[in-house]
């Protein structure tokens, strides 16, 4: 079965300092791959997608990913994180199932800022 | 308006009660999806819309009633609701629900609380 696993549910850095967040998917074709911020009380803003071609994909907000088959992950990066990108962030997949394709969250992983 | 609204932002309600929440998109999609956020899990799909036809209710208790009346507004009405029906509800919207190279756009969601 389709799978999103976000292993750190908490994340803490120091602002200025460089980000990364993990993601690993299981999926058995070509994956479509998505990373959402959600601020405190809001809803999910896309930062990012992969459906094909250059395996480094810009975002909004300075935000980064790079989709690696070899090892089944689309990590999230930024190099300089500011004290706004505190947040949740959750990685998505797109499976086909029931006749139509649905996302499939990971579990997301808290980001937070100290100055 | 742009983008994908919700209302009312919060809701509390007692158990005997009946409400209804609201989303609408501005973006020309046609399909239309409910979720479900509760602290500590993974965001659960609900239910799905494609051109007003529901596609996919995902095992969700019959006190949740969808309608969508057309394809750029979508209710969730809520009756005999227990307390821990209390989450934030998320709609989303994407062109189509088939095509895998699908965006899903988030509403700002409804913070439902049920005493």
């Known amino acids: 079965a389709q799978s999103v696993t976000q292993p750190d549910i908490h994340i803490t850095v120091s602002e200025g300092a460089s980000l990364e967040l993990r993601c690993n998917y299981s999926y058995g074709a070509t994956p479509y791959l998505f990373w959402y911020v959600q601020s405190p009380g809001q809803g999910l803003q896309l930062l990012l997608k992969y459906f094909s071609g250059d395996t480094l994909v810009q975002g909004i907000k300075g935000f980064e990913a790079e989709f690696k088959r070899s090892q089944s992950s689309f990590n999230l990066r930024k190099p300089s994180v500011h004290w706004s990108d505190a947040a949740e962030y959750f990685c998505a997949v797109v499976a086909f199932s029931g006749g139509y394709n649905k996302l499939i969250f990971g579990a997301g992983t808290r980001l937070a800022v100290h100055p | 308006e742009t983008g994908v609204t919700q209302t009312p932002r919060h809701l509390v309600m007692g158990m005997t009660n009946k409400k209804s929440l609201k989303c609408e998109q501005h973006l020309g999609h046609n399909a239309m999806y409910w979720y479900k956020q509760s602290a500590k899990k993974p965001l659960e799909l609900m239910f799905v819309y494609n051109f007003k036809e529901q596609t996919e209710n995902n095992s969700v208790p019959s006190r949740f009633s969808p309608e969508c009346p057309n394809s750029s507004h979508l209710f969730l009405h809520l009756h005999t609701l227990q307390p821990e029906d209390s989450a934030l509800y998320l709609c989303?919207?994407?062109?189509?629900?088939?095509?895998?190279?699908?965006?899903?756009?988030f509403g700002p969601g409804t913070r439902l609380l049920v005493l």
């Open positions: 989303a919207s994407s062109q189509e629900t088939v095509g895998r190279a699908e965006t899903q756009y």
